[in-house]
Structures are given as C-alpha cells and as structure tokens.
C-alpha cells in the first residue's frame, strides 16, 4: 500500500454528527489503509474531551487550534488536505491567512450552499482539486466533473440492533426554528390524538418554545450521543426540515433508514435525496399531508432497512473517499484563492439580516411568514451576523439595513 498523510481541518470537535463521521472514516481508515496517517487539525480551542480521547483510541492524531506555523507546517507536510466548510468566524480565518498557499486538497462541503448564512462561494468551489458535497445542491457550482456527493457518514458501533416498531413518533437533531419547521408540536397533533406518543432527543435555542406547546404525550430527553439505543423501536422518524434549511446529509436520518424506520420529510426540505419516497420514507408535499402521514400506513421495516444500506452504507462511502484521495494525492497543488475581507464576507452572507436586539419573533410570526424565517435565521444561526459579531465585535463590520 502507499503511505498518505491525510489531514483534516474542521472547525471544531463537537459531540454531534459531523465529529462521529469523521472518527468513524479514520477508523475505517486505521483497519483498511494501515500505512496512512490519518490527522485532524481543529481550528477552535476546546470542544469536545470525549471525541479527542475516541480519536486518539482509533489512531487519529489531533492538532488542536496550533499557532500558524505549527498550521502550516503540518499542512505542508500532507499528501491531502480535507477542508471541512461551514461558515464560520474560524474558517473565514482560515481561507484568509491560507489566501495563495498550494496544496493537493479537497473541499468537503457540509451544508447545501444555497441558503444565507451557510453559502457556498463559488470561488471556493471551484478552487480545490475535487469538491465533495453532502448533498446535491450545489453541484452545479462546478462544471469540471471533479465533484462527488458523500453524505456524512453514520458510525456503526453506534447503533444498536433493529427492534419491532412501537407506536412512537421520534424526532432527533437540534431543536431550533431554523432545522425545524416552526409548527413543530402542531404537525403531531393528529397522531397524538389516535394514542400515538412522541419522544424527542435533542437540545437548542427553541427547544422549551416547543415544549412548551406540546402536552403529556410528549417526552424531551435532550441531547444524547446515542440516541438510538432508547429509540429503535420507533415507529416513525418525524423530520419536518423547511426549505430554508441550510440542511444537507442529515446523519440521523440515514440512521434511521439502517434501523428500518421510515422517515416523513417535506418533498421541497433539502435533506429529501435521503429518501426513496414510499420504500425508506414518505415525502410531503405541504403540513397538512405531513401530519396526515405520520399515521398513514408506512414502508415496512425491511424495505426501509433494504433501501438504507444501498444508499447509506458508511463503509462504501469510506471506500469512495479513500479513493478520491489516492487521485487527488496524484495531482499537482491547487492554490487557496482570496476570501475577500471580513466586513464584505459576512455582508454577502446575511444581506437582508435583522438587526441585533430586535425582539425574537414568536413562532407563529415566523410558521406563517418564510421572509420574517430566513430575516431571523440570517442573524441567529450558526455562521449568521450574531456570531460574527461575538467573535469579532460590532466595530468590525457594518450591520446591514433591516
């Protein structure tokens, strides 16, 4: 076998799926490519204690937030270089001082790319020597053939075996206006009126908005790494994911596919290429077939865990990106083009935004209105002009208009 050095650069190590995708690849790589050297430089301090230690168990060496010429000289060194994109204040750092440095590198795009704050520049999608996404939506950014389509992968040893299904409507992932449609608790209302129960594992910014509409029938377990081994008996995976998600390769829905629970999702949300409509899952058309869905007669457990392992396979999906590799380590080194500077950056990627301290709009405003949604969203969500403002404060960057 030829020995590659392949580094990742992530923004941080969290507890969630893009970390656990991550850890799962390296140890696929640890048991299949042996003479590689599998690394991941993390760009933020801290994070997660739990995966830095599940990394260094599986043989995956990591650089947290090292000085820039540490950075350099461990990107240097690389064969390949894997930039894991999400607009942050630590990655528009990153493209900035990495601006005209050549590496043989692949960007790995972990949001759709068509929706503020979490845009994909086309500039950046052309520049690397092959574009991964973990989704379709952005494929069109880059006419060369050099780009794939790798949804995250699920790590195995996570889930537990397949159990028979319940009456039990679950949902997972993070509870917040801008991952969930804003008539969360309304959509069940139906199936919980015919005796169905809902439990939900998860945390963020909306979650007691929610609880607070919802009655007994409701269980909220907050966040849990393993969310499945409570609910493999489900009977239904309810994930009403909006069309003005940033959303893409949603692990747990991929996950519940393996398990063999259908999952509902809207026909227009952006993670739909998930599903196989009426064989791992029902697409809907508007909220209304979506509540009426929940307790429709659903695919059985072994078509939906048939069509799981052809579509989401994670070690088939290892295989294809060692592969990308081995090509891309074979090319000559593409350069990093120019981020531009801050204040346009995060002026492109929340034009529109409102302004901050606006009062927080109710989720009645924001289920009945899309425009007051993506005006909120563009502030509030991870890589919105909130966070910006956090990290660099408000002199850094002129706040647009309302």
């Not at 390296?26 to 042996?34: E, M, N, T």
């Not at 020597?129 to 790798?150: I, K, W």
């Not at 028979?164 to 309304?186: C, E, N, Q, Y």
């Not at 579509?311 to 981020?339: C, I, S, T, W």
Request: negative net charge; contains cysteine.
């Amino acid at each position: 076998m030829v020995e590659r050095r392949v580094v990742h650069v992530v923004a941080r190590l969290g507890s969630g799926g893009p970390t656990t995708s991550l850890l799962y690849e390296g140890r696929w790589a640890a048991r299949h490519r042996p003479d590689w050297t599998y690394e991941l430089l993390v760009l933020e301090p801290g994070g997660s204690q739990a995966a830095v230690l599940r990394a260094l168990q599986d043989r995956i060496r990591v650089h947290a937030a090292p000085d820039g010429e540490r950075e350099a000289q461990i990107l240097g060194a690389a064969d390949v270089v894997v930039l894991h994109y999400w607009n942050t204040p630590s990655m528009w750092r990153f493209l900035s001082r990495s601006h005209g440095t050549a590496w043989r590198w692949i960007l790995y795009c972990h949001v759709n790319g068509g929706r503020p704050p979490q845009l994909l520049p086309d500039w950046l999608a052309r520049a690397p020597s092959h574009l991964v996404l973990t989704s379709p939506h952005a494929r069109t950014l880059r006419d060369d053939g050099q780009v794939s389509v790798v949804p995250a992968l699920v790590d195995l040893e996570t889930l537990p075996n397949p159990e028979p299904p319940s009456r039990t409507i679950v949902h997972v992932g993070t509870l917040t206006v801008f991952k969930l449609d804003a008539r969360f608790v309304d959509l069940h209302s139906r199936a919980v009126a015919s005796g169905a129960s809902v439990e939900v594992v998860g945390d963020g910014g909306d979650r007691e908005r929610f609880a607070a509409l919802a009655g007994p029938a409701w269980t909220w377990h907050g966040f849990d790494p393993r969310p499945w081994d409570r609910l493999a008996g489900a009977a239904v995976f309810s994930a009403p994911i909006p069309r003005t998600a940033t959303s893409s390769g949603e692990k747990t829905i991929q996950e519940a596919g393996l398990l063999g629970i259908p999952t509902v999702v809207y026909r227009d949300s952006p993670v739909a290429h998930l599903i196989h409509d009426h064989h791992s899952g029902l697409l809907a058309g508007d909220r209304e077939e979506f509540a009426a869905m929940l307790t429709d007669a659903l695919p059985t457990r072994e078509a939906v865990r048939q069509v799981g392992w052809q579509l989401h396979d994670p070690r088939k999906k290892a295989a294809q990106l060692a592969g990308l590799y081995d090509e891309v380590a074979e090319r000559d080194p593409q350069p990093m083009p120019d981020a531009g500077d801050l204040r346009s950056w995060v002026q492109w990627q929340t034009v529109g935004s409102m302004r901050p301290g606006s009062d927080q709009p109710s989720l009645e405003r924001l289920a009945a209105g899309e425009p007051t949604l993506v005006a909120w969203q563009k502030l509030a969500s991870e890589g919105g002009l909130a966070q910006y403002l956090n990290d660099f404060g408000g002199s850094a960057l002129t706040l647009p208009e309302r």
